[in-house]
């Protein structure tokens, strides 16, 4: 075995190892990656040809973690790993991101990189660390490929930017964006924070860059160890250069032409560029009559790809030279907006944000802790009680097709907006909330879209936003070679397809809540950014403003149909009394005040929240969790329910599971021979008074004749002392005892206790 380590240190000491040649050598490149105990397998396959047709770059990646590798069961009945969850769909979409841009744009042999996690003690994250490991694996490979990559996640904690942070350290960021680059070029950024401002992501970028120079430059190393550095051969597409020539010459002024137009409408101005399209290919084909059918479908698609570098070239200069976009728009411009609350009865939030031909319908739906979401991921185990699901339908771009499952890209919008609204959220909020934006149009940003709709729905719902949040995408346009190059607010579809940049931006009036950004460009420098930041703020405050002009700041009550929910603490040690054996006392409560009733421990208290469709329900139920956790104190007078009844008195349940005994001589202030002559049975409700509580056994001794009226001339019975134990005198011999054994035992089951505290040994549920 040919094996070669390679190690890197982050900027605060410790070390990532890339090792390979020693397992899955079948593979066109493999790497094992190793922080700590977190350790990836990367590997790549490509395919030696192109699929007869493809016209694209045929990349697939998938980041799986293995349950084993943090010594955990999956759940489920299967117990074994199946479809990607949501963390691991996003983190694959991460590294595609940055590699997809580097393989040659004539390359479209079929890749597959799969990283798998197969060990992790839950210190480190291995998501930042999926992109330098299959980069790593390109670089131990002869496919194609343009440079070495690395991600690292940047967050900031007190301050200080710091790389690769552990998950404890990630408790006290408030920053976190993931940066894919090359050695010179950033290329991917996607990430959260608390409304930091635009300097501060531009000085995170810095950190990051600073830290993926030198992976990248191992990378380099490594494959020229290897001698990977010579990449294999391929030809995956036959061109014809003078039909290109041709399809330019031809094309590229009526291309011009339409961009120049600014023509508003998407449908007009696609019939208008397919028709320039069909019209140049049915005068090839006339003046081609020699070819056959199949030769001409050749050409055809041939003409496709050139007529897509003219669109774009047309569209780009149309912008730079003359700064006018494709809808007629200065470069700066944002699209009408109209928004509008409650278009659903229902809903307990609901609302439309159009601008231009982007439009989110977005429903808000408030719910109890039962309905939080259960995270069970490899690393990750806990709750989730704001939610935000993202559908992207077929017919809001006008295609003829069927909707099938969820898909990636809506995972990764729909994600981008959780990210970009969950911070206004607030901590004391007691519901759990969820959005579901439907996009019903589409031309750019649909989601950016949602962030917009979302804010108005939660808004509309009477959630109590710590600020309202807007959005807007980005674009660039910018030649190689050149100085020249405009930034584009608020792009369209083919902004966004045809550009170098797709920068998305959320945030409220005092900073960034979230972003991602995909750079197809070389050489985007700092200077460029930050002009992006900024034109990006300056149109989310122009979209924050219109969104307000709708409604300006959250209902302040909530609809009729939106469950009500009061929250309360209560000591630790009465978890147990509220949720009673097997849940018993919780489920009869709910029950009996139709509330649902959750409890938990967090912080050393007991939790407690009640909701209800009404009132009412929420104030039996609230009435019966304070009866149990009570504390009876002396002096007070309880309505109590008689529990048992005994010769000497009878038991009193004063609270919930608390009882005390009511002496036979504390009912009334005459003399009763039986509990019974005082006309009390089992069942019946009684004022009583709490007169002293045990100081060693805790129970307690209660009256009820105190409540009444003392008779005139009543005189209080002497108690006969207890007699002390020299007082006793000689004990009589063992034998003699015995022969009265048997009779003081039946006469001890019947006599009357003495006092209180013989009658306190009969209670025993306290």
């Excluded at 200080?160 to 950024?189: C, L, R």
């Excluded at 291309?255 to 998407?266: L, T």
């Excluded at 959005?435 to 750019?444: H, M, R, T, Y």
Aim: with cysteine.
């Amino acid at each position: 075995m040919n094996v070669i380590t390679k190690t890197v240190s982050l900027p605060d000491g410790r070390t990532i190892s890339i090792e390979t040649g020693k397992v899955a050598k079948q593979t066109d490149g493999s790497v094992v990656l190793r922080m700590g105990n977190t350790v990836l397998l990367a590997t790549v396959c490509a395919a030696k040809d192109a699929v007869p047709g493809t016209d694209f770059m045929p990349l697939q990646v998938d980041y799986k973690e293995q349950y084993a590798a943090a010594g955990r069961f999956p759940g489920g009945f299967t117990k074994r790993e199946g479809k990607s969850g949501d963390n691991e769909i996003l983190t694959s979409r991460l590294v595609d991101r940055v590699l997809r841009p580097l393989f040659p744009s004539n390359y479209h042999a079929e890749v597959y990189v799969q990283i798998m996690l197969l060990s992790a003690d839950g210190v480190d994250q291995p998501d930042a660390l999926a992109g330098f490991a299959a980069s790593a694996a390109m670089a131990c490979s002869d496919i194609p490929f343009e440079c070495p990559i690395s991600e690292v996640r940047v967050a900031r904690i007190n301050g200080e930017y710091v790389i690769n942070p552990t998950f404890e350290q990630m408790k006290e960021a408030d920053m976190d964006i993931m940066v894919g680059a090359s050695a010179e070029n950033i290329m991917m950024v996607e990430g959260e924070m608390k409304e930091v401002s635009e300097q501060d992501m531009i000085g995170a970028l810095k950190a990051a860059m600073a830290a993926i120079k030198p992976m990248c430059e191992l990378q380099t190393e490594l494959s020229k160890e290897l001698g990977t550095d010579v990449k294999r051969e391929y030809c995956h597409e036959i061109n014809d250069e003078e039909l290109r020539k041709q399809i330019r010459k031809e094309t590229y002024d009526k291309c011009y032409a339409i961009a120049e137009a600014g023509d508003h409408d998407k449908k007009s101005r696609e019939e208008a560029f397919d028709k320039i399209l069909s019209d140049f290919q049915e005068a090839y084909d006339a003046a081609h009559t020699e070819l056959t059918p199949e030769e001409l479908d050749e050409k055809h698609a041939e003409m496709v790809r050139y007529y897509a570098d003219v669109m774009r070239d047309s569209m780009r200069r149309c912008i730079l030279d003359e700064g006018k976009r494709l809808d007629g728009r200065k470069t700066t411009d944002i699209r009408p907006i109209w928004c509008e609350v409650s278009p659903l009865p229902m809903p307990h939030g609901s609302s439309i944000f159009t601008r231009g031909e982007t439009q989110s319908l977005t429903t808000c739906t408030l719910g109890t802790k039962m309905d939080e979401k259960l995270v069970d991921d490899v690393l990750e185990k806990g709750y989730q009680r704001f939610l935000l699901h993202y559908n992207f339908p077929p017919f809001c771009t006008g295609e003829a097709k069927a909707q099938r499952g969820v898909g990636r890209r809506e995972i990764g919008h729909g994600h981008l907006a959780w990210r970009g609204l969950k911070g206004q959220i607030p901590e004391d909020f007691p519901y759990t909330v969820r959005l579901v934006s439907q996009i019903l149009e589409s031309n750019g940003s649909s989601s950016m879209a949602t962030v917009c709709a979302g804010t108005l729905a939660l808004m509309d719902a009477g959630v109590p936003m710590k600020a309202p949040v807007s959005g807007i995408a980005m674009g660039l346009i910018k030649n190689p070679g050149e100085e020249k190059y405009a930034v584009l607010s608020d792009i369209l579809g083919d902004e966004d397809h045809l550009g170098d940049m797709d920068f998305k931006t959320t945030g409220t009036r005092n900073g960034l809540t979230a972003t991602q950004m995909d750079i197809k460009c070389d050489g985007l420098s700092f200077e460029i950014l930050e002009k992006a930041l900024m034109q990006a703020k300056a149109g989310r405050e122009h979209i924050l403003n219109c969104m307000l002009e709708t409604i300006s700041e959250p209902r302040a009550e909530m609809k009729p149909q939106v469950p009500r929910i009061i929250q309360i603490e209560i000591p630790k040690e009465f978890i147990g009394a509220v949720i009673g054996p097997g849940g018993k006392i919780i489920q009869q409560m709910q029950e009996d005040t139709g509330a649902t009733i959750t409890i938990e421990e967090t912080d050393g208290k007991g939790h407690v929240q009640v909701s209800a469709p009404n009132k009412d329900s929420i104030d039996a139920a609230l009435a019966k969790i304070k009866a149990i956790v009570a504390v009876p104190e002396v002096g007070e007078v309880y309505e109590g329910t008689v529990r048992s009844i005994m010769p000497y008195g009878c038991f009193v349940e004063i609270l919930p599971g608390k009882d005390g005994l009511l002496h036979i001589s504390e009912i009334d202030w005459k003399r009763l021979e039986t509990v019974e002559e005082a006309g009390i049975k089992e069942g019946d409700k009684i004022k009583v008074k709490l007169m002293e509580i045990d100081p060693k056994t805790g129970k307690y001794k209660l009256s009820h004749r105190i409540l009444l009226p003392k008779p005139e001339g009543y005189v209080e019975r002497e108690r006969r002392p207890r007699g002390e134990r020299g007082d006793r005198g000689e004990r009589r011999p063992r034998g003699e005892r015995g022969e009265r054994r048997d009779g003081r035992r039946e006469n001890r089951e019947h006599r009357e206790p003495k006092d209180f505290n013989d009658s306190l040994d009969h209670n025993n549920d306290i």
